[in-house]
Structure formats: C-alpha cells, structure tokens
C-alpha cells in the first residue's frame, strides 16, 4: 500500500501540473557542506545529506538569492547533475524573469512552487494561471538516471503531464519527498532561508531574484589568450 500511495501521489502530482498549475564538490574536490541561517528553526537538508544519499560529492554551481515579501532565501544549483536546466534558471534569473511573480501553488508539507510570467498581471488563484505558462523555451526532462533526491528544501523543475514541458516554474520541496525522485528533474538546494520557504502562501510575490555567486568552475575556466596576428 505505501509503494501504490506513492506512485500515486506522484502521478496526482504531474497530472495537476507540478509544472502545469503545476561535485564533486564546490570548487574541484573537497566536501561542500552548507551552513543553514540561524534563524531557520526548520533547515533545509545540507550538502552533506544531499551528497550521502547521492552517494557521491555535488559540484556546487551558481548561488540564486530570492528576495520575498515573506524574507529571503538562497539556494545552490547542481550545473552537472541538471547543466541544461541550471544554465536556463540563471539565465532567467539574470535577465530579471522572476522579479514579480507570485507564488502560484502550495502543497500542504510537500512544496512551494512559482516561476508563471502570469501571475506578473494575473492574481495567483486566476484560471489562467492553473493552465501554465513559462519563459517559452520548454527543456528536455534531466532526472533519468539523476541520483540525487528530493529531501527537505531541494529544488526541482515543475513540468506537466509532458515530461518535456518544464520551463521557468520551480518547486521547492518542504518536507522530504521520495515519490518526486527521477520523476522531476533536480536542479539545486536551498542553503539558507528554508524557514521563509515554509511560510511562503499562495499570492506571495517574489522581489527580487539575483544571481549571488557565479558557478566557481566557469569563474576557474581561464580566458584564452589572443591569437598571434
């Protein structure tokens, strides 16, 4: 019965659009571990916890800071275990696409989700809403084979009954949720903030996003010297 419940809730998950309405480590090597904010009476899983139940160490790519009317959190991307969706969701993140949203849908002790352009002029309750929306350029899904998992505060790509229509909208997990793995595609982790996640409600706005830290492994690649003339 917990197995079918599972698969269950998963399924309910994708068809009411958890998308539709719904590294190695940091660096090159040493073990990342985060810190979570004093504050957070509840913290997201850490780096640590992530990398054991992956069995292997996370390359920890670019750092994206939401600023929300609830406070502000931060969470680290995952550019080998996700490149295509990391480099899309800092795309986005830098051009400003997420300043004004709100967040759209809660599901009670399981995840926060925004990233509908929408929800810029529509209330987060309108129909319109429900049916999606996003940046325009749809992603292939990344969680074949990803051995990373959904614990607290992971952040996934939110997509419809079509694997292949993930785009801008994003989840945050607020509990941990094994029925979600290698089903949405894991593409970071909260590192601070996790108690402002838990408070988000639906009609919440997101500031400000920005992107706080650079992927170190890009900031490592060194520039190629000028050809000779």
Sequence with gaps: MRILFKL?????????GLGLAAPEAQGMGAKARSTPAPRDRFPAAS???????????LHLGARLTFETSRGTFT????PREAPRTSEQI????????????????????????????????????HPDVARGGG??????????????????????????????????????????APYLDEAFTVFGQVVSGMDVV????????ILKA???????????TPTPAPSPS
Excluded: C, W
């Excluded at 969470?75 to 995952?78: A, E, Y």
């Excluded at 993140?93 to 399981?110: A, E, K, W």
């Excluded at 929408?118 to 987060?124: C, G, S, V, Y």
């Excluded at 838990?198 to 706005?205: E, F, T, V, Y």
């Design 47 to 57: 780096i640590a916890d992530m990398e054991e139940a992956s069995g292997h160490l």
């Design 90 to 125: 800092v795309r986005l993140v830098r051009s400003g696409f997420y300043n004004g949203l709100l967040v759209h849908r809660i599901v009670p002790r399981t995840v926060v989700q925004f990233g509908n352009p929408k929800t810029r002029t529509l209330p987060a309750s």
């Design 210 to 220: 920005t992107v706080t830290q650079e992927d170190p492994a890009l900031q490592a």
């Design 135 to 176: 940046s325009g350029k749809p992603l292939p899904p990344e969680f074949s084979g990803q051995t990373v998992r959904y614990l607290m505060g992971t952040v996934g790509l939110a997509h419809g009954a079509d694997p292949n229509s993930g785009d801008s909208q994003l989840f945050i997990t607020t509990s941990e």
């Design 8 to 16: 269950t809730l998963a399924t309910s998950l994708a068809a009411t």
């Design 198 to 205: 838990r408070q988000l409600a639906i009609g919440d706005k």
């Design 75 to 78: 969470l680290v991307t995952f």
